[in-house]
Each structure stands twice: as C-alpha cells, then as structure tokens.
C-alpha cells in the first residue's frame, strides 16, 4: 500500500534520505522544513530532484503546519535541533525546548487533526548519561568496554528497560518530553504511533558537525586533512558510540510504515548494535584506511555537557518486532561517507567550508 507522507524535517539529514528512499518505493512524499540549517537548500533541491514535494514552514508554527492539507496519513517527524551541546551555555535554550517539544506536540496535534500516523524519531540521549557513566567499565588498549550487570544492561548493550531517572541534557529531556506526550496523544486519540529512540546515525549528504554527527565529522576531517581532539574522559579517544547507516533506518521505517496501524507508542532503541560500535581510536584508525590521510589528533582530558563514556544500542525489542536489523558495518558506514565526499569533492569542500 502506497501512502502519503509528510516528513517535517525534511531537508534535514536524516528527513531527506528517508525521504528519497521512500519516495523510491512510490510513496508520495512532502518535505516540511525551514531551511534554517547550514546546506539545507541543496538538500531541499535533492529531494525534489527526486520526486518529493518541498513545503517551506516551521514547526513552531502552527498555522505553517495547518497549511499542508494534502491528505497525508503519515506523519515522520524528523525535526529536531540534533545537538546534545545545544541549549548547555543557556543562550540557546528556549530555542532547544520551543522547537524540540512545543514543535513537535504541534506535530502531535496536526496528526489528531488529521487522522494522520505518526513515526516520532527520538533520541539514545534519553538514557541519563550520569548513570550510564557510573556503570562499571574495563580499560582495554582502544576502548571502554562496560562490564556492569544491571537492569537495561547486556551484552547487547542498553536496552529498552535502562532507568530513565537521572540527567541527560536539555535535549534529551525534551525528546524524553515528546516520548510522553505522544503517548498520550496516540492512547488518547486512537493515534497510530511508534517512537525510535535512535543511537547515531551516519551516512551521505550528513553535515558532520562534531555536536551532530561525530563519526562523520571524523570522517569529513580526515578526508580533508583538518585537525582533530579527543575531548573528554581523559583525552584517550576510548569512548565508545554505535553507528547507524541512514539507509539501514531507512529500512526499518519502511517496515514499521507497513504495520503502523497496531501501535499506539511502542517504543523500541534503534541503532547499530554491538557488532557496529567503535571507539575514536578505532574510528581514526578506519578512516586513516579509507582516505589513505594522517592526520594529528590533539586531547582535551575534561568533558563537556553531557558527554558519554560508552552508549551501545540493545535492538533486541526492534529485531523480535520487525525482523529488522542493520545490515552494514560501521566499516561500511564510513566508507560510504569516504565514497560520497570524493564523488562530490566541491560541493562538500563548500558544505565544510575547505580554504583552497
């Protein structure tokens, strides 16, 4: 069954590949965005090169919402501020919480309004990072390696069940805020509903910024031969996230769009599990592999806000429900981004901003 989509967001990094993807498949697809991002606008040009309606608006907005009347019956919201960092100083903050919860309850609403499903992409980040940094870890030459027993925790990493009391920025708390309410919403008002709590996700057309998407920008850096830190945790480079091909979550969200209809806030981690995780170190070595670059590498022993000492994806619940798992390697993942950065060399050395 082909639906209708709107995906606001859409000319983000994340929005616009599943927006290419789906419309792929012969879905009708709409890209809600405001353009206020870095590049943006080349990705808004890509996904009408590839069939997407664009709709320039805000989610703070409602009104901007009220205007997309083209019988959609899904909904994908893709919109949020991506960054952990943003809001930590204060100058940003209403700004994180205006657009992060206010914007995505309008999201909520314009879904009741019109009888619309709704795919909510929320965050790992909703997991508190000071309890996940006092769990037990060993030290091994490249990475942490987390050895606790407790609930939410295997050897598959944090699962579902991982305590949600704790601190976990400004921007995890409004995603844990518009988890809430969603479900509200979807109980409520008989809303089709499923929320992806995703780990990091990477891939083509990412912007990397190191707040954002730190494999990319390590990838990104490497290639263009531009200095690098370990921050945090000793300046080691040990730390250690999960990293998720945008194409694999693409994937998945085709197959919860083919079941929506039974959920009502299901909530499931989403990300590239144990078998795709690396630490800085190991994601330094790789990309020193893909570009053939050398690059120095300084280190910055005190963290920032919110930083994370280790963060696996458990996607155990997503597998059991779906039968979905990722396909690709974090090896892959970044050479994917290598292969996309060499094959758009200008336009990429314009997006990072390379003095000639």
């Known amino acids: 069954m082909k639906r209708n989509i709107l995906i606001t967001g859409g000319c983000g990094f994340v929005g616009s590949n599943l927006a290419v993807a789906l419309r792929a498949e012969g879905n009708k697809v709409a890209c809600f965005d405001n353009?206020?991002?870095?590049?943006?606008?080349?990705?808004?040009?890509?996904?009408?090169?590839?069939?997407?309606?664009?709709?320039?608006?805000?989610?703070?907005?409602?009104?901007?919402?009220?205007?997309?009347?083209?019988?959609?019956?899904?909904?994908?919201?893709?919109?949020?501020e991506p960054s952990v960092l943003a809001g930590s100083d204060g100058r940003d903050a209403l700004y994180v919480v205006d657009n992060n919860l206010a914007g995505s309850v309008n999201c909520f609403e314009w879904c009741r309004r019109n009888n619309a499903g709704v795919i909510f992409l929320s965050s790992s980040r909703v997991y508190p990072y000071d309890r996940?940094?006092?769990?037990?870890?060993?030290?091994?030459?490249?990475?942490?390696?987390?050895?606790?027993?407790?609930?939410?925790?295997?050897?598959?990493g944090i699962g579902c069940g991982f305590p949600l009391d704790g601190y976990r920025s400004l921007y995890g708390a409004t995603k844990l805020a518009a988890e809430f309410i969603l479900r509200e919403y979807s109980l409520n008002y008989g809303i089709p509903a499923i929320i992806d709590r995703c780990g990091v996700i990477a891939g083509p057309w990412q912007l990397g910024k190191i707040d954002q998407?730190?494999?990319?920008?390590?990838?990104?850096?490497?290639?263009?031969?531009?200095?690098?830190?370990?921050?945090?945790?000793?300046?080691?480079?040990?730390?250690?996230?999960?990293?998720?091909?945008?194409?694999?979550?693409?994937?998945?969200?085709?197959?919860?769009?083919?079941?929506?209809?039974?959920?009502?806030?299901?909530?499931?981690?989403?990300?590239?599990?144990?078998g795709a995780s690396l630490s800085l170190r190991e994601a330094t070595a790789l990309c020193r592999r893909i570009t053939g670059n050398t690059i120095p590498i300084g280190r910055e022993a005190r963290n920032r806000p919110?930083?994370?000492?280790?963060?696996?994806?458990?996607?155990?619940?997503?597998?059991?429900?779906?039968?979905?798992?990722?396909?690709?390697?974090?090896?892959?993942?970044l050479a994917d981004i290598g292969a996309w950065l060499a094959g758009n060399h200008k336009l990429a050395g314009r997006l990072f901003k390379v003095r000639k």
């Open 306 to 333: 919110a930083d994370i000492k280790w963060y696996i994806t458990d996607n155990q619940a997503v597998e059991n429900e779906f039968g979905w798992r990722p396909r690709r390697s974090a090896e892959e993942t």
């Open 132 to 156: 996940i940094n006092a769990l037990s870890y060993e030290e091994s030459r490249g990475r942490f390696i987390c050895t606790a027993k407790t609930a939410g925790v295997s050897g598959k």
């Open 213 to 274: 998407g730190v494999f990319t920008h390590w990838m990104v850096s490497h290639y263009f031969k531009r200095k690098l830190s370990y921050i945090g945790f000793g300046g080691t480079g040990k730390q250690v996230r999960d990293i998720l091909h945008v194409d694999d979550l693409a994937d998945l969200v085709k197959k919860q769009i083919r079941g929506i209809g039974r959920y009502r806030g299901d909530m499931f981690n989403v990300g590239g599990g144990a």
């Open 35 to 80: 353009l206020s991002r870095p590049g943006s606008e080349i990705l808004a040009r890509r996904v009408r090169e590839h069939g997407c309606i664009f709709i320039r608006g805000d989610i703070r907005d409602r009104n901007d919402l009220r205007s997309c009347t083209g019988g959609f019956d899904l909904l994908i919201d893709a919109s949020a």
